[in-house]
């Protein structure tokens, strides 16, 4: 019963590389999301999909990319990361009218 | 953009005890969501409203739609120690579930055995 499941757990990067995170689903839901988690923090909407090949963007989508080619990947791009990119970052999926999203494990990015 | 505002911010009660945390927004919500997330952990759901006023139970968690829609509250009976971790708010006010959630920013609850 995999649900989300997002990789690598853990990277530490260097200010300049960049990196794509993963995030997989096995539950057919159309919309998937990316969400940021600073300390002591609440989570913050990066970008979302409602559906194979759509994307849009959310409440702090800068510095990042993302791409849907499948129902189940959506898989988040850092093209040049920076220190304020340090967070741990969330995958979440959902399946249609009702909002209830499930969330991955999350992946601890540090850049530095 | 809309904003939750979560209180308390944090918590130390004693095992047993009862807790309650709520959350309140300037603008209305159409559904309320209340996770919870362990450490090293994504959020896990615990319980989600959708009518004002409605009132629902998960064991010994029980949370409320308020019936402005601006706000929900989440109580906990009778905590036990793998109660810790961080409750969050998160609320839509949009009918699709493409919707964007908002968080609130978190109670981390902390039980001492």
């Known amino acids: 019963n995999a649900g989300v499941t997002q990789t690598p757990k853990f990277r530490i990067l260097k200010i300049g590389q960049s990196m794509t995170l993963q995030c997989t689903q096995d539950m057919n839901h159309n919309y998937m999301y990316w969400y940021r988690q600073d300390p002591g923090m609440g989570l913050k909407l990066i970008y979302y999909s409602v559906g194979a090949g759509i994307t849009d963007k959310g409440e702090v989508p800068n510095g990042y990319n993302v791409s849907r080619s499948t129902t189940e990947d959506f898989p988040l791009r850092l093209e040049l990361a920076a220190p304020s990119q340090t967070s741990v970052y969330f995958c979440?999926?959902?399946?249609?009218?009702?909002?209830?999203?499930?969330f991955g494990a999350g992946t601890r990015l540090s850049v530095l | 953009g809309q904003q939750l505002n979560q209180s308390p911010q944090s918590m130390f009660i004693q095992e047993g005890e009862d807790v309650s945390m709520n959350c309140t927004s300037s603008?209305?919500?159409?559904?309320w969501l209340w996770y919870k997330q362990d450490p090293g952990e994504g959020p896990v759901l615990l319980i989600a409203l959708y009518k004002a006023g409605e009132l629902t139970s998960n064991g010994r968690l029980t949370a409320q739609f308020g019936i402005t829609r601006k706000d929900s509250f989440l109580n906990i009976s009778a905590s036990i120690p793998s109660d810790v971790g961080i409750y969050f708010c998160?609320?839509?006010?949009?009918?699709?579930?493409?919707?964007?959630?908002?968080f609130g920013e978190g109670t981390q609850l902390t039980v001492n055995p």
């Open positions: 998160a609320g839509q006010a949009g009918e699709t579930s493409g919707s964007r959630l908002t």
């Open positions: 979440a999926s959902s399946r249609g009218t009702k909002n209830i999203q499930y």
């Open positions: 603008s209305i919500f159409n559904t």
